[in-house]
């Protein structure tokens, strides 16, 4: 299984950042992928999910509206969209399906 995210980077508040993972080495089409992530000092927060089929996507209440879960099953990859950043969204995210996570990308939002 490997699991391996990009798109992090250093932005100030407002900006956008798009999330990439590129899975492979189980069933990515039948799983239900999320990002989670963890700020400095926290334990990890969930912050979305999306089903196999992309029907159902779900957000944690502090980046609804901002933040967009997708996926693309003929290239194995998933993505989080994140506009509107705000400094509490810096954290590393990682992407993963049930207990597995890769190895994150650090997001940092400061002016």
């Known amino acids: 299984v490997q699991l391996v995210e990009s798109g992090g980077g250093l932005v100030q508040p407002g900006d956008s950042l798009r999330l990439s993972c590129a899975a492979s080495g189980f069933a990515f089409s039948r799983s239900i992928m999320k990002w989670v992530r963890q700020a400095p000092g926290k334990e990890v927060e969930w912050v979305s999910s999306?089903?196999?089929?992309?029907?159902?996507?779900t957000y944690t209440s502090s980046v609804k509206g901002r933040f967009t879960i997708s996926r693309d099953n003929t290239k194995n990859t998933v993505h989080l969209q994140m506009n509107r950043l705000k400094p509490e969204d810096t954290a590393v995210y990682y992407c993963g399906f049930g207990p597995t996570r890769g190895q994150g990308t650090q997001v940092t939002v400061s002016s």
């Open positions: 999306i089903t196999s089929n992309s029907t159902i996507r």
